[in-house]
């Protein structure tokens, strides 16, 4: 360690940090804007200067390293009143409309400085930049921009796909799309990540609250809902708990609250696609089909493949996502079952995703033209519906879901971890390879948040290489190798979101890689505390076989189940 003095205080730190680092670690507050700890230093917002004796000037504290010796004052009155002045340029051309703004209820960046330091312009120049409404994922608000540009170190750096870039002229520096063209005419994946690092309600999900309100109101409106693994250890931290705290029980009351008539589960759907996705690999790898087999449950994932890979879609599983899945049943086996039509069917679907929206609205998401899903909330929509509705989650009673499809496995659940689609898997295939003789079910070889693992497995005889990669900046490096020809990878597992589910686009704000390990932990417990932990045992997964699909690929479930993505 070397010695400094911060803020009069002397103390021995790390090496190799930047100031910023060394004062978040020690619990100095240095605000920021453009700084989020995934992604490299901007040095753009000009709020976390500080004063270190003998320089001339304030330092940006976010890309000054600390030296041996330093002394340094974080919040003198030189400090305070160069980060006023940075947050009157700022402000000065950012909107009033806080009342209706997509961050209300704290969580903009800029409005939590804004109240800390007193800054608050009469005069506002804003530059009219206009909004973009093109994409069913997410909205873009130009006037709200601060050219922070964390969106654009986002998508380029960690996601590898470069949709934003900076635009600089005499008088200004802004952000647009590449071309200046609406969102949806790029290669943009609608992941969401740009939103999750945005300081400010420029880059916000497609707002359809009001949607789901409207839904919630109307008496003539059968609501069904259904939501993702990840929600259940997510949702919680909006309301104040720990990352990744097992709240499942919570929502279903809530739900019920608002006159929900059926609260289900995707993890029933996630069950049930392991037994399509294993019965599909298993088919491929015994009549020499196309392997490697990619998973195709993540949205952004398929669109990414669309448009980066289009020479792999063969490779790619049929198998619609559990999300897809749970939208077919919820308009055919749901209503057949209950008697219902399926036209007052208004089915809802929660999603730490901001791809799934635009995913419920693919043409081939629909049947005999009713849209299959017909709104998808994020996690963090989901929160400020309930706050709305006056629920407050964490004081409510555990209540179960709804049957017919509200039973999932501890392997549905870790879908929402990179590598638990493919552990899930494992579960099963390995189990009807051996017939049943196998008492594995933790594959400890595919955890853990690295961007990209590989495993190989001997599994009744056969050698079984897997991979796995989350992020899209990461399923490059392994389609890559795919597209050469040589990867000698069987299976494949790919989400579009760093981390996977757990650090989707539309998950609780905010996060970073501490976050998302305690959320992967709290999932791998909620999958140790369940008594079911593979997919087949899934009491009703057996029962809709039985009753409506028949066998796992045959062919009522490639009708309901599957679907074809082409170039
Ligand atoms: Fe996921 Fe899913 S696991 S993509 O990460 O497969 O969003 O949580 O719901 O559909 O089940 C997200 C999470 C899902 C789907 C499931 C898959």
Avoid at 352 to 360: G, L, M, N, V
Avoid at 433 to 455: F, H, M, P, S
Avoid at 518 to 528: T, V
């Amino acid at each position: 360690g070397i010695n400094v003095t911060i803020n009069n205080k002397p103390m021995t730190v790390a090496e190799g940090k930047t100031i910023l680092e060394v004062c978040k670690e020690a619990g100095i507050n240095i605000p920021t804007l453009c700084y989020h700890p995934d992604l490299k230093p901007g040095g753009v917002c000009n709020l976390c200067v500080v004063q270190v004796a003998g320089e001339a000037e304030l330092v940006k504290s976010c890309e000054t390293e600390i030296k041996a010796g330093m002394v340094i004052d974080t919040d003198n009155d030189a400090v305070i009143a160069s980060r006023k002045e940075a947050l009157t340029t700022i402000l000065e051309k950012h909107p009033n409309d806080c009342l209706t703004c997509e961050r209300v209820g704290g969580d903009c960046e800029l409005q939590n400085q804004a109240y800390y330091y007193e800054v608050n312009p009469k005069e506002r120049n804003v530059p009219n930049r206009g909004l973009d409404v093109s994409s069913f994922a997410l909205t873009r608000d130009m006037d709200k921009c601060i050219a922070c540009e964390k969106c654009v170190r986002m998508c380029e750096d960690i996601q590898g796909i470069g949709v934003y870039e900076k635009v600089e002229t005499a008088d200004d520096v802004y952000i647009t799309t590449k071309a200046n063209v609406p969102i949806s005419e790029t290669d943009c994946i609608n992941c969401g990540q740009c939103i999750k690092v945005c300081p400010v309600g420029a880059l916000t999900e497609k707002n359809e609250i009001h949607k789901a309100m409207a839904a919630l109101r109307d008496p003539n409106k059968h609501v069904v809902v259904q939501m993702a693994p990840a929600i259940k250890n997510t949702l919680g931290e909006e309301f104040g708990t720990a990352p990744g705290a097992d709240v499942t029980g919570k929502i279903p009351a809530a739900f019920r609250k608002l006159g929900v008539a059926k609260v289900f589960d995707t993890d029933f759907t996630a069950d049930l696609t392991i037994m399509e996705e294993g019965t599909e690999f298993l088919h491929r790898v015994k009549e020499g089909g196309t392997l490697p087999l990619l998973t195709s449950c993540s949205p952004g994932w398929i669109k990414y493949i669309e448009h980066q890979y289009p020479q792999l879609l063969d490779n790619l599983s049929s198998c619609k996502s559990p999300q897809q899945m749970f939208g077919a049943l919820a308009k055919s086996y749901y209503p057949e079952t209950a008697g219902l039509d399926p036209k007052d069917i208004f089915h809802l679907s929660i999603m730490p995703c901001t791809a799934k929206k635009f995913e419920a609205n693919r043409p081939e998401m629909s049947q005999n033209g009713i849209q299959d899903v017909d709104v998808v909330l994020t996690t963090r929509e989901l929160a400020k519906l309930f706050k709305l509705e006056g629920i407050n989650l964490l004081q409510l009673e555990d209540e179960g879901f709804d049957q017919l499809m509200g039973e999932g496995t501890g392997a549905a659940r870790i879908f929402a971890n990179t590598g638990g689609v493919m552990e899930a898997a494992l579960r099963t295939v390995v189990w009807i390879l051996t017939e049943g003789d196998i008492d594995t079910i933790d594959y400890t070889a595919v955890r853990g948040l690295e961007g990209v693992k590989e495993a190989e497995l001997e599994v009744a005889g056969m050698k079984v290489k897997v991979a796995i990669a989350s992020g899209t900046g990461n399923a490059k490096k392994l389609m890559d190798k795919v597209a050469a020809g040589d990867s000698g990878y069987h299976f494949i597992e790919i989400m579009g979101c760093p981390t996977g589910c757990i650090g989707g686009g539309g998950a609780p704000l905010p996060d970073d890689n501490a976050v998302k390990q305690q959320r992967m932990e709290g999932i791998y417990a909620s999958d140790a505390g369940n008594p079911v932990r593979r997919s087949h045992e899934n009491t009703e997964v057996q029962k809709i076989y039985k009753d409506y699909l028949g066998e796992p690929g045959g062919h009522k479930a490639h009708h309901l189940l599957h679907t074809h993505y082409v170039d």
